[in-house]
């Protein structure tokens, strides 16, 4: 059996500057690190660990530990001290050292640990062979650019598994087992297994079994409350991680507006005099101060002119122009009344209308930059079901007089936030939602966001082109009660 081998690395976000005067500076994610007088054995060190996984043991033992500088011919050489100060240099990078797990064979590592955390501790230590093991039950499996993804949000490393031999003993901990089924279960030699092991415990995607038997993720008060799939969202949306939507190819820089699709007919909007409104509205601090509460809805009849201004007030486009992002490139972006980080509105709105006088029933896309909308299916079963859902969703007996729904069309936000562009939208959908609510309190309307169980059944009656864009959030309006 090939000796295990444990290699060092950098992120491939970090980039090693060595000055001619033998200065050291790291840049990596978390920041910009500064080695002021650096051992020679820690510039070279890093510098051959930013361009991929080595043993540390081959650099430390090609050099004489002498106290001496580089002679004029450039021969490494490094003091005394050379050890200690990588160690240091290692631990305060820590958030950026990748830790892998190879054999002797030639044939790349078995595995590789790679932080999420700004200061993780990888200590990987040996597992009594009968002691329990199992994945978090907070842990995924899938595949990855280079292997399987393992990763758990409550871990502070992320494990790609290159190897065979490394995704079977992942997927044999499905269920608690010990090192020792684990050689059994699968006919790896007990050292591999035992090396993957200690490194995917040290990871954090593994748990190991107290005395008792229980596992402490199970026991806590605090996990208990997540389910894995919310935990991981919170967790991936608020930290970049490689392989994101930034990180593909082929994502261009999607359109201000969406082109529409629909082969209805167009109706253009009524639009308000803003300044006779800004006369005779309530104040914020009016409006905020009433009790928000999900209204009952009416058998009430909205005009095609209530609708015009609510959307007019809420979400139009008001100018388009150039917006540029730190250290980014240009796009193209726009103004409306309510939020959007960088401008990019990715935003759309649906108007599924019950009860309306000057439009007819069905379901309409809003163009916020021509101010109109266009209908987009007048199937009557598809706006039942629409209807129905925020009926439901709204603890109702009636159906509203209309049902804004919100999309978002997702390259227009991965091209510019990659990772972090769902969780954005989620954001930008509750800024939209308390805009439209006090616009139409100080309309005399009512409006109120209801939650849907859409299914694909939102993404059918809107005639989506999912995944590219998708249903995020709803809104009914209607008079109030």
């Known amino acids: 059996m090939a000796e295990m081998i444990p290699l060092w690395s950098l992120t491939d976000d970090s980039l090693v500057e060595i000055g001619e005067d033998g200065s050291l500076v790291v840049v990596t994610r978390w920041g910009e690190y500064d080695f002021d007088r650096a051992e020679p054995l820690v510039r070279e060190s890093l510098r051959r660990m930013a361009l991929g996984p080595i043993s540390l043991a081959n ?38 050292v990748v830790h892998s797990l190879g054999l ?10 790679i932080p999420v955390a700004l200061a993780p501790v990888f200590v990987p230590v040996e597992i009594p062979p009968a002691r329990p093991i199992r994945l978090s039950r907070f842990s995924s499996l899938r595949s990855d650019a280079y292997g399987m993804g393992l990763e758990s949000p409550s871990a502070r490393y992320r494990v790609v598994l290159y190897q065979p031999w490394a995704v079977h003993v992942a997927a044999t901990l499905a269920t608690a087992k010990s090192v ?68 593909l190819p082929g994502i261009g820089k999607p359109p201000v507006v969406k082109a529409s699709t629909g082969e209805g007919p167009v109706y253009a909007l009524y639009r308000p005099d803003l300044a006779d409104r800004a006369a005779t509205d309530p104040t914020l601090t009016t409006l905020l101060e009433k009790d928000h509460l999900c209204p009952e809805f009416t058998e009430g009849v909205l005009s095609a002119e209530q609708i015009g201004e609510f959307l007019f007030r809420g979400a139009r486009i008001r100018s388009i122009g150039p917006a540029y992002l730190p250290n980014g490139p240009a796009h193209s972006a726009s103004q409306r009344p309510y939020f959007s980080v960088a401008c990019l509105y990715e935003l ?54 209309a049902l804004i729904t919100v999309t978002t069309r997702m390259p227009r936000m991965a091209s510019v936030l990659g990772g972090g562009a769902y969780a954005t939208t989620l954001a930008h959908v509750g800024a939209l939602q308390q805009t439209l609510y ?4 100080a309309m005399g309307l009512a409006a109120h966001a209801v939650p849907v169980d859409a299914g694909d059944r939102v993404d059918r009656a809107l005639k989506l082109e999912w995944p590219a864009e998708v249903g995020v959030g709803e809104c009914v309006l209607d008079l109030p009660a």
């Open 180 to 247: 020792g089924e684990i050689v059994t279960t699968t006919g790896i030699g007990p050292g591999v297994v035992g090396a993957i092991v200690s490194y995917l415990v040290a990871a954090g995607v593994v748990q190991v079994a107290g005395e008792h038997g229980r596992f402490a993720e199970d026991d806590d008060p605090e996990l208990s409350l997540w389910s894995p799939d919310e935990l991981l969202f919170h967790t991936t949306s608020r930290t970049w991680r490689p392989g994101g939507p930034a990180d």
């Open 104 to 113: 002797a064979d030639g044939r790349g590592p078995l595995l590789s640990a």
């Open 348 to 401: 759309e709105l649906y108007v599924s209308v019950n009860r309306c006088s000057g439009l007819e029933r069905g379901i309409y896309h809003y163009d916020p930059l021509e101010h109109r909308l266009s209908l987009v299916n007048d199937d009557e079963s598809d706006l039942d079901a629409m209807l129905d859902m925020a009926m439901i969703g709204g603890g109702n007996h009636r159906r509203p007089s």
């Open 438 to 441: 006090l616009v139409a309190r």
């Open 59 to 96: 650099v430390t033992s090609s050099w004489e530990p002498v106290e001496r500088e580089p002679d004029l011919e450039g021969e490494l050489s490094w003091t005394a001290e050379g050890a200690d100060a990588l160690r240091l240099a290692l631990k305060e990078l820590g958030g950026s």
